[in-house]
T-cell receptor, first 114, second 113 residues
Framework: AQSVAQPEDQVNVAEGNPLTVKCTYS??????LFWYVQYPNRGLQFLLK??????LVKGSYGFEAEFNKSQTSFHLKKPSALVSDSALYFC????????????FGQGTTLQVKP | EPEVTQTPSHQVTQMGQEVILRCVPI?????FYWYRQILGQKVEFLVS????????KSEIFDDQFSVERPDGSNFTLKIRSTKLEDSAMYFC???????????FGEGSWLTVV
């Protein structure tokens, strides 16, 4: 069965510093991987996805993610964090059934301090 | 930009009461989903719906839950007799037939007292 894991409950970073939010995956076949962000009391906003092609994927709000097949990872990155990036981040993998549903990691809270 | 819309944003209900959560998916989308998120926990899949029928459901989605697409635009989740443990944020989501990206609504907070 497809799964993703986010090993960190919380990541703290100073504004202006680079940030990384980690995600590892376990799949049969080729993974379809996603990152979503949830601001307080809001819905899930799509950030970016990896389906095929370049291992470095660029998304919304200056975020990017690097797909690493050998390490089965899909870490979310941003070169310079903003206080407004503080939110809950979810990694997800598309299930291998025909419904296309997503299976989410447990989420990582990103706290960017001024 | 088209978006998934959900109503109500927040509902408080007494245990044992029926609740209907409503969603309007993006208009050209063909796959519809309900997920839930208990406070502070991960986002869990409930059910997927395609071609006017349930295509997959999780073990959470028991006989107390049902979904319906009554009029070609709305997509509803009904909880027949709510329990305290149904308190959660419920997200509606949708995607196109050939697309991979699932778009989520803002969610409906359900509080069962």
């Amino acid at each position: 069965a497809q799964s993703v894991a986010q090993p960190e409950d919380q990541v703290n970073v100073a504004e202006g510093n680079p940030l990384t939010v980690k995600c590892t995956y376990s799949v049969s076949g080729n993974p379809y991987l996603f990152w979503y962000v949830q601001y307080p009391n809001r819905g899930l906003q799509f950030l970016l996805k990896y389906i095929t092609g370049d291992n470095l994927v660029k998304g919304s709000y200056g975020f990017e993610a690097e797909f690493n097949k050998s390490q089965t990872s899909f870490h979310l990155k941003k070169p310079s964090a903003l206080v407004s990036d503080s939110a809950l981040y979810f990694c997800a993998v598309r299930d291998d059934g025909n419904t296309g549903k997503l299976i989410f990691g447990q989420g990582t809270t990103l706290q960017v301090k001024p | 930009e088209p978006e998934v819309t959900q109503t109500p944003s927040h509902q408080v209900t007494q245990m044992g009461q029926e609740v209907i959560l409503r969603c309007v998916p993006i208009s050209n989308h063909l796959y519809f989903y309900w997920y839930r998120q208990i406070l502070g926990q991960k986002v869990e899949f409930l059910v997927s719906f395609y071609n006017n029928e349930i295509s997959e459901k999780s073990e959470i989605f028991d006989d107390q839950f049902s979904v319906e697409r009554p009029d070609g635009s709305n997509f509803t989740l009904k909880i027949r007799s709510t329990k305290l443990e149904d308190s959660a944020m419920y997200f509606c989501a949708s995607r196109t037939g050939g697309g991979n990206t699932i778009y989520f609504g803002e969610g409906s907070w359900l509080t069962v007292v």
